[in-house]
């Protein structure tokens, strides 16, 4: 599943990127690693592009590079613990 | 009556402060304001020298670099406030300007600026340049907005594992700014010994690639500060650093963007109020 597919509700760990040279560099520059835990955080009136919250960090993305980041959706839940 | 503890505190040496604004003339030392985009940079230099370098909540607000300057214990400092950038390796001409000068500007300190509220992101950036320079000093700004939010930052044990000082901040209420003061001139002095956190190459084969790579640098840029980091970004492929060894600008980097636009903010300002 890519992290453009992640449904509001949810909450992914980023498992690979698939893309490669200043586009993986720049994702991994915002904190998008393996491992990393995102959430959707806000949808533009357009559905593209969508904001995650990243680290403590909302950054958004374009629906073609949320497409290159590979998830496992961690819980079915998220925590409102905010 | 001071005590001698008042003297050794930085509270004292406030008042040895004096803000000079553009006048950047015979300085002795240059001091680099680095950090991700809207972490408070400007707020930094605007405490520091007196300026008012427009500040606002939205990067990007600094594309070129500002200028500015203060006198500190009988010393001429000459600060400069970079972009904002996530990182020394990604490519945008914002990013550019602040890596070029970090890098080849060679400023006697960096102060890198960190969001105590987006601490872990921020440190990417602070760890790259703690790669290339070991005159370090970590602004951690916005520690009041983090205690908002429940954050709490033992900054004590990040300068340990940092092995630079690590001062924290309210920038915008001045909060810290003798503090960080008294930690910019210990770095420089050599009176606070720092032992940058870098990250051992395990690979030996990867080592052997990077000398002989390093010893070519060395022969055709020999004035260069960061041989090993140019390397590292030639074997990565960075395609600005490539271009740049190919046509022997590498070096001229940092003074090709040299831009002053604190003398256009200084008419705006006197218009507004």
């Not at chain 1, 993986?24 to 998008?32: E, K, Q, S, T, Y």
């Not at chain 2, 607000?61 to 904002?84: I, S």
């Not at chain 2, 002095?189 to 052997?208: A, F, N, S, V, W």
Request: proline share 5%; glycine share 6%; with cysteine.
């Amino acid at each position: 599943m890519t992290l453009d597919q992640l449904k509001p509700d949810l909450t992914a760990t980023v498992t690979h990127l698939t893309t490669t040279g200043a586009n993986r560099r720049r994702l991994m520059d915002l904190g998008l690693l393996p491992g990393t835990r995102v959430e959707v955080e806000m949808i533009s009136p357009l559905g593209d592009p969508v904001a995650y919250r990243v680290r403590g960090a909302v950054i958004a993305l374009r629906r073609k590079q949320a497409r290159e980041i590979e998830i496992a959706v961690a819980q079915e839940e998220k925590t409102h613990a905010d | 009556m001071l005590t001698d503890a008042c003297q050794t505190c930085p509270i004292y040496n406030e008042s040895a402060l004096k803000k000079l604004g553009v006048n950047t003339e015979n300085f002795d030392f240059v001091v680099a304001l680095a950090g991700n985009p809207n972490t408070g940079k400007s707020t930094v230099f605007n405490a520091l020298t007196g300026l008012r370098q427009h500040t606002g909540n939205w990067p990007g607000k600094t594309v070129a670099r500002a200028e500015g300057g203060f006198e500190y214990n009988d010393h001429n400092f000459k600060v400069v406030d970079l972009p904002g950038t996530y990182s020394l390796l990604s490519t945008s001409t914002d990013e550019e300007i602040a890596r070029d000068f970090i890098l080849f500007g060679q400023p006697d300190v960096t102060i890198v600026v960190v969001d105590a509220t987006r601490l872990e992101r921020n440190l990417n950036l602070a760890l790259q340049i703690l790669e290339i320079t070991d005159r370090v000093v970590v602004a951690l700004n916005l520690i009041d907005e983090a205690a908002r939010h429940g954050i709490k930052v033992d900054e004590r044990h990040l300068a340990r594992e940092l092995g630079v000082p690590v001062v924290p901040m309210v920038a915008r209420r001045m909060v810290g700014v003798p503090q960080l003061l008294q930690a910019v001139e210990e770095v420089i002095l050599g009176t606070y010994p720092t032992r940058p956190h870098r990250i051992k190459q395990q690979d030996t084969r990867l080592e052997q690639v990077i000398g002989q790579l390093v010893n070519a640098i060395e022969t055709q840029f020999p004035s260069l500060p960061n041989a090993r980091w140019v390397a590292l970004r030639l074997l990565d492929g960075d395609a600005s650093i490539e271009e740049a060894v190919r046509n022997h600008t590498l070096g001229d980097l940092a003074r090709s963007n040299v831009i002053a636009p604190v003398g256009d903010v200084i008419p705006l300002q006197a218009v507004a109020s």
